[in-house]
């Protein structure tokens, strides 16, 4: 799920802990939430580009109300594009761009505690 976070008019806090309830009541806690950065184009270009610091209260809050898996999306923020393991916390993917640095799974496993990571990992 793609939440493109834009300045006045889709940066609520209270709107992200909202749909928050809603994905896991609807979809669970391994479901994965992307916080895009907005940047200023075509009609919308009198606004602000979101400010990193959203995205990360963003993914904060997300994960506190027990979301596993959280990302921020066009922003230079490597723990927010990294993927952990929700029971052990250690990092699992490493991304730099496009390009994987560390991948610590065996198959569908977190590597150092044993635990199921959701996902297609081949």
């Not at 940066?11 to 992200?16: K, N, Q, T």
Request: glycine share 6%.
């Amino acid at each position: 799920m793609t939440n493109l976070v834009v300045p006045g008019y889709a940066d609520d806090a209270e709107m992200v802990k909202q749909m928050c309830q809603w994905i896991l009541t609807t979809l669970g806690p391994d479901y994965p939430m992307h916080f895009l950065r907005f940047f200023p184009q075509y009609k919308l270009d009198r606004l602000p580009a979101t400010p990193l610091s959203t995205l990360i209260r963003f993914r904060k809050l997300a994960m506190a109300e027990g979301i596993h898996y959280v990302y921020v999306g066009n922003a230079s923020y490597p723990e927010g594009n990294n993927t952990y393991c929700h029971n052990c916390k250690k990092l699992l993917i490493e991304r730099i761009g496009y390009f994987i640095q560390t991948y610590d799974l065996n198959e569908n496993r977190c590597k150092y505690c044993g635990t199921v990571i959701p996902g297609r990992w081949t």
